[in-house]
């Protein structure tokens, strides 16, 4: 088996992979990732007994058990690109031999939820809900850069949507599907609905200072898109990348997400901070019992 190289596969002087500054053991088989690094305290407070605390750059986590599960929490700072760095380097620490710089015989797959906020492209998911994404819909490029395949279902699914918003060749979405093994737990409570990706907060997501859009009309052909019965339920800055990352790598995955904002009713929410604290709360007990 091959020699992964240094200049590859970064550990440092502690023996802990360069940008998480985490070793193997400090990492739990369950992660909680949130994009604000001061949310990991936010949750970390619930847990039992902490462990484990690190913070490089953006990058914070702490390692812990809730009752009898272990849980470690970890910022990824805001979008694609830092999920990238993130989600190669989780899969790192749990399936790479850090002393013979080679991949694991045996893969040791990882539970990945993420904890976060979105905007509501539906009117009847109001602000201060809760949305799980059935599907992780990317507007942003990152896994055009790895070799990715699709079932049927989300072949149709992106030739649909390709044609209903009349994307030109600038903008190449992809797809990647929650996984079933986590989703099921978060059903009661929860609208479920395609999460969209967006590369970045102003532009891509339709908001207008001072620059004209390129698509002007893509926020209200998101909110307008059907299929059978999946529709666009929220969009954000994450999903899609940690979906596509851990189909491929072969982790279970699921991103939830807070509404704060509703684009269509032009709302947001009153408390952000409560709001997040029931996702927290919420999820925190579901977690400790999968």
Known sequence: MSRIAESELIINSRGAIYHVDLRPEELADTIITVGDPDRVKVISKHFDTVEVERQHREFVSATGFIGKKRVTVISTGIG??????????????????????????????????????????????????????????????????????????????????????????????????????????????????????????????GRVLRLGLSHPQLVDSLTSFRMGNHWISNFEMETSAIYGLSRLLGHHCLSVNVIVANRVRKEFSKDGAAAVENLIKTCLGIIEGI
């Open 80 to 205: 694609p690109d830092n999920i990238d760095i993130v989600l190669n380097e989780l899969d790192a620490l749990k399936n790479i031999d850090f002393t013979t710089r080679t991949i694991k015989e045996e893969h040791s797959p990882l539970t990945i939820i993420r904890l976060g906020t979105s905007g509501s492209l539906q009117a009847d998911i109001p602000v201060d809900s809760l949305v799980a994404g059935t599907h992780g819909l990317g507007l942003d490029n990152l896994m055009h850069y790895y070799r990715m395949t699709n079932n049927e279902e989300e072949l149709q699914l992106l030739q649909h949507f390709v044609t209903h918003t009349q994307l030109n060749g600038n903008i190449q979405p992809y797809i990647s599907s929650a996984s079933a093994s986590v989703l099921k737990h978060f059903v009661e409570g929860f609208h479920h609905g395609i999460t969209v990706t967006c590369p970045g907060f102003y532009g891509p997501q």
